[in-house]
């Protein structure tokens, strides 16, 4: 994580100073999108391995690394933080209880676009795999990009993460519920294009293919596409 974050910062200073270097093609970078409930931080841990395993290219996954510097970059509080990464929405008088005190909360639109800058950020230095936070809508202008979407039916997605959290049933299914919908409310906070507009190279079912039929499936149109 420290590395990530001097990266950034150190990407950030050199746009800042340095007007005459050539910049070079952003990229490539593969965005992972997930229905709540799909192994999105399982299938992109797959993928960079075996990348790295046969094509010997150091790729990156990040996920909350992005919150983590969205945090250090505007000072938030870890309150505002976890607002964030659960996506959940604070009420009026809470925004004007941050303000009144010592907590400090910079704004809608000042998080959206940082948070876009810091995953664009990401995405240009390259060889990143992007999971979550809305990557397709701020990386698809990218011409080395490749982006994946994992869907599921509601019940697999359930049951799924019943076993991961050893939790009931009905508690499984008020989670992935309330999750789904609060995703929905983020992607539509971050969503330049509608959501109609926006296509994946490729979809799965995870209900019906494998991991490695996922990661076998990737590696081919990565490689037919050059991206890796």
């Not at 979809?203 to 076998?216: G, L, N, P, R, Y």
Request: glycine letters at 4%; hydrophobic letters at 40%; a negative charge.
């Amino acid at each position: 994580m420290d590395n990530l974050l001097i990266d950034y910062f150190h990407n950030r200073m050199e746009r800042t100073t340095s007007k005459v270097e050539e910049v070079k093609e952003p990229g490539p970078v593969i965005t992972l999108s997930r229905d709540y409930g799909c192994p999105g931080k399982r299938i992109a841990t797959l993928l960079v391995e075996r990348i790295k395993a046969e094509k010997q290219t150091d790729w990156t996954m990040i996920s909350k690394e992005i919150l983590e510097t969205l945090a250090t970059e505007l000072k938030l509080n870890p309150s505002v933080v976890n607002d964030i990464a659960h996506f959940e929405d604070r009420g009026l008088g809470d925004y004007l209880a941050l303000l009144l005190s010592k907590d400090y909360y910079p704004g809608e639109q000042k998080i959206k676009n940082t948070l876009s800058e810091i995953i664009l950020s990401f995405a240009k230095k390259g060889h990143t795999i992007i999971v979550g936070r809305a990557g397709i809508y701020i990386t698809k202008q990218i011409e080395k990009s490749y982006h994946i979407k994992l869907f599921a039916p509601i019940e697999w997605r359930i049951d799924y993460m019943s076993a991961k959290m050893s939790i009931s049933y009905p508690d499984a299914m008020r989670l992935v519920e309330d999750m789904s919908r609060k995703r929905e409310q983020f992607l539509k906070f971050f969503a330049v294009q509608k959501k109609e507009d926006i296509t994946f190279d490729a979809t799965f079912d995870c209900s019906q293919v494998s991991d490695d039929e996922i990661i076998s499936h990737v590696m081919a149109d990565l490689e037919k596409k050059g991206i890796v």
